[in-house]
């Protein structure tokens, strides 16, 4: 009988066993989503600062134009200048913020696919468990059932052909 309580043991092991993989695959998809979330946010910070960077560099390339044209502000190629690099800084500002926005997005989609992906490796372990459990529970059954239903002798108690000890009635009728 100590063998059937070994065999319960080792059941409530891996379930056990089970239970803590899950915990850590849970615990291991919510830290990997929390480092591509701020990892997001980081480089969405990094599009903005440049995208500031850029602007103030037009202003200064701006500023230089008119110093150089000496006060001419009013002169039709100085304006057509001053208008072509403020549209280029801008330009340049705008792909900034796109390029941190589109890798923050990336990194978004990364950390929510790995949600997805923590949830089907849960739900395996879930499936590995019950079929843990299932196949130990056979096999003690099939270990600790009772006497009457065992089929050691290669024969089914109820099969009157077959079981020399079948007293069900006469066979030969």
């Known amino acids: 009988m100590s063998g059937m309580w070994i065999g319960i043991a080792s059941l409530a092991l891996s379930v056990f066993g ?11 998809a919510a830290f990997s989503a929390q ?21 103030k560099q037009g202003r ?11 006060g001419g502000g009013l002169d039709p190629g100085v304006v057509e200048l001053e208008k072509d690099i403020a549209g280029e800084s801008e330009y340049r500002a705008l792909a900034a913020l796109y390029a941190g926005d589109d890798e923050a997005l990336g990194l978004e989609r990364a950390a929510a696919a790995g949600g997805r992906s923590a949830l089907a490796r849960s739900r395996a372990v879930n499936y590995s468990t019950a079929g843990t459990i299932l196949e130990g529970s056979s096999r003690m059954y099939g270990k600790y059932q009772p006497a009457d239903t065992q089929y050691r002798s290669g024969f089914r108690r109820d099969d009157p052909y077959r079981n020399p000890n079948y007293y069900g009635g006469d066979v030969s009728e």
């Open 18 to 28: 089970a239970a803590q993989q899950k915990k850590a695959i849970k615990a291991d």
């Open 60 to 70: 200064l390339v701006s500023s230089a134009l008119q110093a150089r044209a000496m």
């Open 35 to 55: 480092e591509q979330i701020a990892a997001a946010l980081r480089s969405r910070a990094v599009g903005q600062r440049n995208a500031a960077q850029e602007r």
